[in-house]
Each structure stands twice: as structure tokens, then as C-alpha cells.
């Protein structure tokens, strides 16, 4: 509130001092045209007379026209001295007025100046803006006007100055400068009281937000802010509640995949232990049985290598060190490539691989990351696809994208686990998976490596009819 009211302060006093400043020059630059005007046709008229008339009737002549003009004629000579005063006040002094001696030295015809005079006479020259900002007490401004005095011959022999009294233009701006300061109090006032009811309604969601802010730096991510309204302060809110969420869900997928990866480590390293101590405290094991145990070990730690690698792989996918080794690649021969690899496991389960390619789909991508995301895509269709049954791999071009559709007459996925069927560990049957070797990860990661290419992965299934996914890559 003090930073507020110090700039309405400032301003108002620089449109104060500015408007007077405008309006007093204004004035007094009239003072001056007028006050030049009317002692140059003075001291026109007066210096021919001059030459020829006596003193007495100059003195006469100056009086009247002083009387006329509202001030005071005084003329000097060429050294300075005051020769005619109309107030009798100064003859045979000198004039220490910077507007004499200019004409004097003939480097102007005129001039003027403005002066402070006190009640003896004394002169004090002084700026404008000095009577504006204040007002000496006993004394009085008056504008003093020079013109040359020139004979027949043009020759100048002194000069004529005219003292007129300027105090009513200087009080004109003083009454305007004290209703300006009271209008200030007036408005100075007004907005302290606005400012007080203003700063309340502003600072009360602030605290709010403030006391958000320290609840959450407690670990309190499920409290939210209520400020009412569409202003700024409603949307910084509505933003701060958004970031609270995020935060709260990211926490939450934290500890989950903490506890996810947990789990999917310990079960093969129980197993392990298990078969590890039975062959230890059985001293005749048979040859067959050892051999079967062996068997086993050797596939818990397959299971722990595939989980640690695609967990290593989602690390660095989430901290962004994962790069894309991007060249010109025909993506129609990684898919080629890709089932040809798994052709033997399907043949195994008695199953066909049906592959359709429409269009070579030449893109700058990553080749081997692409691949593995038709390895897990194609290899996920074999798993769960019954013996005997049928997984088709169809590759088009459509309009910028290329489309990649693999489907399969598989089990299919209930309509309540589509969404999650990229999740990170996430199983629709989990007994299925852990007999099958999954880790729950193989198409988080599927999804992922389409979301570096700029594409996108989508799924379609009903539960026992099959599944399709569909990945959309930009071509070149």
C-alpha cells in the first residue's frame, strides 16, 4: 500500500508541477510579449522628443505614460545612470539589471526579466517556477522591460525600461497550486480508503494460496485452493491446484512404481533363493531334478535382466537422456525383419502370422527403437493368442502418417482395462503374465518410443474377440 501510495504521490505531483509550470509559462511569456510591445513603442515615440524637448516636459510625458502603462518608467544613459525615474526614487544611481546592459552593449534591441522586490526596492532576480513553488512574504514580483532609445541617426544614447508588477499572475498560480495540492489531499484520501478495502480483498486469496503453498511443502499434495471469481488470482489458483494434482499423481505413480518394481524383483529372487537352497541342503539331489532346477534359476534370472533393462529403459526415457538414433530407414523392412524373428515362437504355438504391406513408409526415425516396438507389439499378440490362432501385421500409408495395425484373435482385454493397458506394470491377467514372463512394462515402453517420434499408439479390443493396436508414425 505505501508503494501505491508513493507512486499516486509522485505522479500527482509531477502532473502538479508540470500543469503549473505550463500555465506559468504561458502567462508570463504573455507578460513579457505585452510589456516588450509596450516599451518598445515607448522608447520609439520618446527618442526624438528627447532631442528636442526640455526636461521638464519629458518628465511630464514619462509620468503620464507610466500612469498608463501601470508602472514605472525609469531612463538610463549609456553608463548605466538613471536619468528620469517617474517615482523620483533612483535618479543618478545605477541599474545592476542584466536586462539594462544588454542594450547597452547593443546585443539586443529589447529584453526583460522578472525579479523579486523587496519593500525597500531591492531587487532580487529569480525563475518563474520560484513564485509558483512559494511565496516570500513582504515580497513582490515585477517584470522589467527594456527597449533601446535611438536619435535621428539612429544612434542609440540609452535605454527606456518599463517596471510593471506581475504579483496577480503569480497569485493566479498559487491559488491554482493550493486547490491542486487540496484536490491531492482529497484524492490521496479517497484512494487510502479504497486502497484499505481493495487490499483486503486482494490479499485474502493470496493468503490463501500462501497457506496452500506451505501445506504442500509439508506433504499435504491433496489440498486445493478456493478462491471465487474469474480475476487473475481465481486463475493463479485454478493453476495452483492444477500443479497440485500433477504433483499429488506424480507422487502417487512414484510409490506405486516403487512398490511395482519391488514386487516384479522380489518374486525371481525368491524363486531363486527357493531352488538355490534346496540344492544346497540336498546332498543327492538327482542329476535330472538339479538339472530342472538349474533350468529354472536360469529363467528367474532372464526374468530379472528383461525387467531391469526396461526399467533402465523408462528411466532414462523420463529423464530425457534416452536419444533417438534418427536416419533414413524403410520401416516396411523393420516389420519384415521383426516377424520373421518371431515366426518360430508362433509356429511353436501353431499360430500364423499373416503380413500385409501396402507402402515401404521411408521415414527418419530410429531404427532399432521402431523395431522394438513391433517386437513387443507382435510378441504380446503371441502370448496371448490361443494355439492355433491367427495374428495379422498390416503396414499402409495414410495421407502424412504410417499406420501400423496388428491384430489378433487372442482373448482379448475387458472394456474396463483399456485404459490402463499402458500403464507400467499394469496386467489384465496377471496369473497369464507371470506364466507368460511379462513384466507389465513392454507397452509403457511401446508408447513411449511412439511419443519420441512425434506418433501415436492406440487399442481396440472386446474380451474374447481379439485385439488391435494401431501405431501412427509421420513419413518423411
Known sequence: MAAFLLVIGVSFSVVTVSTIGLVGGSLFEDEARNGVTSVTQMAASLGERMQREPADALYTHLVEAARSSGGRLLVVDMDGKVQFDTFDQSCGTRLGLAEVYTLLRGEADSDYGFHLTDGQGRTQAASVLDGIIGRDIGRVWDGCFTAALVDGQGQRFGALVLVVSVQDAVDSLIFMRDRMLGVFGLALAAVLVMALLISRIVTRPVAELSAGIERMTKGDYQ????????????????????????????DEARNQFVSNASHELKTPLATIKILVQSMMYEDDMDPQLRREFLTDIDKEIDRLSSVVGDLLTLVHIDSHKLRLRREMMVFADTVRTTVKRLEPLAKKHGQTIETSIADSCEMFADPGKLSQVCYNIIENAIKYTPDGGRITVNLRRSGRDAVLEIADTGVGIPEEDLPHVFDRFYRVDKARSRETGGTGLGLSIVQQIVRLHAGSVTVQSTAGAGTTFTVQLPVK
Not at 486445493?224 to 506424480?250: C, I, T, Y
Request: aromatic share 4%; glycine share 8%.
Open 223 to 250: 489440498h486445493r485452493v478456493h478462491v471465487p471469481g474469474k480475476g487473475e488470482m481465481a486463475q493463479l489458483a485454478a493453476a495452483f491446484n492444477q500443479m497440485s494434482e500433477q504433483v499429488h499423481n506424480l
